[in-house]
């Protein structure tokens, strides 16, 4: 198994423009959570998934952030009309029925 | 409104000493605790957990500390090396939703 894999690594974008997201977790686990993270911040958590179902999603996630999990493997996480306040690195981490998750290494968004 | 804060922003040790990393948390909900280590333009590695009924978890050279009644919990490591210096993060979850929530994170530099 080769972990959680998130794709692109970097995403460099003009204000206004859609962008999305994917995140491949490791392939058992049932649970998947994204995370945003600003500099100097811990992460924040967004929204997580248990199969294909979206159990929660936090205040942070806007109407503009739009997630899915269609078939409870992988997941991708779109944002509309980007703003300068939402580049940050995006963390996705998938846990089993252990409480332990497991990071990706982030996809950096610079929004211009 | 904070509820898990990591007070000391970074931390200097020397090769072969103790380095001890502490955090505090406010949710008595909170029943899993978590500490990843994380180096810029990667995501988080978890490193060890403790579980609110047990006070002590060690893993080789890590050592977490759990103060339920103080709602503090600590991170040993011992001897720290070079290759431990990165920033440092607790997190806390509860068990009904598994979500993380993080401190800002330690900065530990540990010199030859």
């Known amino acids: 198994d080769t972990g959680v894999s998130q794709n692109p690594r970097h995403k460099i974008t003009k204000r206004g423009q859609n962008v999305t997201f994917r995140c491949d977790p490791i392939s058992e686990h049932n649970r998947l959570y994204w995370y945003r993270q600003t500099l100097g911040q811990g992460p924040e958590f967004l929204t997580y998934f248990q199969n294909e179902a979206q159990l929660e999603k936090s205040r942070l996630l806007s109407d503009r952030f739009s997630a899915e999990r269609p078939k409870g493997s992988f997941s991708t996480l779109e944002i509309q009309r980007t703003e300068q306040g939402d580049s940050a690195m995006y963390l996705c981490?998938?846990?089993?029925?252990?409480?332990?998750?497991?990071f990706g290494p982030g996809t950096r968004l610079t929004v211009t | 409104d904070q509820q898990v804060k990591q007070n000391s922003p970074s931390l200097s040790v020397q090769e072969g000493r103790i380095s001890i990393l502490n955090c505090d948390y406010t949710n008595s909900m909170f029943d899993y605790f978590l500490w990843y280590k994380k180096y810029p333009a990667e995501g988080p590695t978890f490193l060890i957990s403790?579980?609110?009924?047990?006070d002590k978890n060690e893993d080789g050279r890590f050592t977490v500390f759990l103060n339920k009644s103080a709602k503090h919990l600590s991170l040993h490591i011992v001897p720290s090396q070079p290759g431990d210096s990165a920033v440092y993060f607790c997190a806390a979850s509860s068990s009904n939703t598994g979500k993380l929530i993080f401190g800002q994170g330690t900065t530990l530099q540990v010199k030859p």
């Open positions: 981490a998938s846990t089993g029925v252990a409480y332990e998750q497991y």
């Open positions: 403790i579980s609110s009924i047990k």
